[in-house]
């Protein structure tokens, strides 16, 4: 081989090099390609309760990082500052919030999570104080959420209860291991088809530009479209076969009753899945979970419209993660804010 065509190789290679080291850093700089930080596991944030419908509680106490954020659980086990009381102060309108991961902030700080930044909005906004309580917990579901308000929530003495609904929560209850861990629910459809077809969506690696390159191609694989199918079938139909969605609408009738007893309005909020607002697949679902409010008489609504006004990449807190993330959290605010604000609870108790 002649020095000329070493010399070639040897500036195509160079070439190379430095092309990849530019797509690196501007990966890098721009944040495109990031390995997913929220994969941490539950790292002890758990322990059982010993009532069978909330089965486990926020471990009260807890100070470290997990999901990708700093978490911390006061005295009472609730990802809230240790100076809330359950005596609600005078001239304070207090809203206490019921859900799962999304409401307890998965990946952000609790500052950035929606019920905080609905407290700061509505302060800010309205002749008035307002305190929104932060009581979500990972991987609950209607039935836990409900009974939580029965026997613990109850105690803050709220002027408005907000549930939100999202579209598992027609699953069973969930459990831990030995551990204190958080199985999966039994019907888990992500389970099933982490058995069945392995990786569920392209594996992290240090390198920022190869992370980016799988991800944009593997929405055009086999694989993709298959997980994708199966994803969509169960959590449009076959969902709502599982006992758990029995149990779902009897805690829908348990929340009117309540309500009704104690003279506490509650709003149902919807949150759809953050994927692709064009096509949306799941629709049906949401009909579904809002007939079933519907049904037992509470008047739900949805933050679908609010959301799908901007790509639900923005919205999420990764590329790989379907929770909301800092300005997904501050759209979701927002629309509370303006919905409540049209429909005038604080004016109504105040009158």
Known sequence: MGREQIFKILAIAAALVSALVFSEVLCRTCNIGSPNPHTTGDRGLFVPDPDPKISYRLKPGFDGPVYGATVRINSRGLRESESLIYDRRENVYRILCLGDSVVFGFGVEQPEAFPAVLERLLTERENNEFEAINTGVPGYNTVQEVRFLEVEGYRYHPDLVLLFLVINDPESTRTLDSEGNLLPAPEDIWVRLSQRYGELAPADTVCYT????????????????????????????????????????????????????????????????????????????YDRLSSACVENGLAPVSAFEALSRYNAEQLRVHPLDGHPGIFGHRIIAEFLADMLKQQGFWSKANG
Not at 268 to 277: E, H, K
């Open 210 to 285: 190869y992370n980016a390159v799988r991800r944009a191609l593997f929405p055009f694989t086999a694989r993709y479209r298959k997980i994708l199918s199966e994803a969509v079938r169960y959590q449009t139909k076959e969902i709502f076969n599982n006992p758990g969605w029995e149990e779902c609408k009897k805690a829908l009738a348990q929340l009117r009753a309540w309500s009704d007893s104690n003279a506490i309005p509650v709003v149902p909020v919807i949150l759809p899945v953050l994927a692709d607002f064009e096509n949306h697949p799941y629709k049906v679902s």
